[in-house]
């Protein structure tokens, strides 16, 4: 399997406007998560579906933020409109849960920059 | 509120030697713990987890130890090799899903 794939790797845009961040998962998981990695607050997670249904979306910083599941092998975060703030990594991941056991397993990250 | 600390930013451990990663929790609530690894421009990949009924798993040269008593679990790698050399991250959740991570710990294994 080619683990989980994320697009673009970098991302570089300007203030205001509309980012969007691609993750396929791992075929066959039934989890996804979205992770943010900045100096300042570490890796902290966004949000998280269990097929395809978003189940906790605690961790999304504000309305400019958005994600859908699709399908069981789509997933996007969308930051619209953008901020020098958002600039971190953003990572995906996905499981399969069995009972309460699962482990997550990451995409390489998609680099942004927010000017 | 950090739910999990690492408190060394950094470690430095000579080549086949033990690396010893310490990890400290807050929330007795947490009954899943994983390490995680992580090289530059890569995501972090799973090494070892462990459930709250042990204290004690093992996998090749990695072993995680965990006190419940005392919130604290630490990863053992031994002999440490120079590919060792990363980022490493502890990780906590209740039932696997909503993983809190720790700030990590750069370890560096020296020839």
């Known amino acids: 399997d080619a683990g989980v794939i994320q697009s673009p790797r970098h991302e570089v845009t300007e203030m205001g406007q509309e980012v969007t961040l691609r993750c396929k998962p791992i075929?066959?998981?039934?989890?996804l998560f979205w992770y943010r990695q900045t100096m300042m607050r570490g890796l902290e997670l966004l949000i998280y579906?269990?097929?395809?249904?978003?189940?906790?979306d605690s961790g999304m910083p504000e309305d400019r933020f958005s994600a859908k599941m699709p399908n069981a092998s789509f997933s996007t975060l969308k930051i619209q409109p953008s901020e020098p703030r958002d600039s971190a990594v953003y990572f995906c991941?996905?499981?399969?849960?069995?009972?309460?056991?699962?482990?997550?397993?990451f995409g390489p990250g998609t680099r942004l920059l927010v000017l | 509120d950090q739910q999990v600390k690492q408190n060394s930013p950094s470690l430095s451990v000579q080549e086949g030697r033990i690396s010893i990663l310490n990890c400290d929790y807050t929330?007795?609530?947490?009954?899943?713990f994983l390490w995680y690894k992580k090289y530059p421009a890569e995501g972090p990949t799973f090494l070892i987890s462990?459930?709250?009924?042990?204290d004690k798993n093992e996998d090749g040269r990695f072993t995680v130890f965990l006190n419940k008593s005392a919130k604290h679990l630490s990863l053992h790698i031994v002999p440490s090799q120079p590919g060792d050399s990363a980022v490493y991250f502890c990780?906590?959740?209740?039932?696997?899903?909503?993983?809190?991570f720790g700030q990590g710990t750069r370890l560096t294994i020296n020839p």
């Open positions: 929330n007795s609530m947490f009954d899943y």
């Open positions: 990780a906590a959740s209740e039932g696997a899903q909503k993983l809190v």
């Open positions: 075929s066959g998981h039934n989890s």
């Open positions: 991941a996905s499981s399969l849960v069995l009972g309460k056991t699962g482990t997550q397993y």
């Open positions: 462990i459930s709250s009924i042990k």
């Open positions: 579906f269990n097929n395809n249904v978003p189940i906790d």
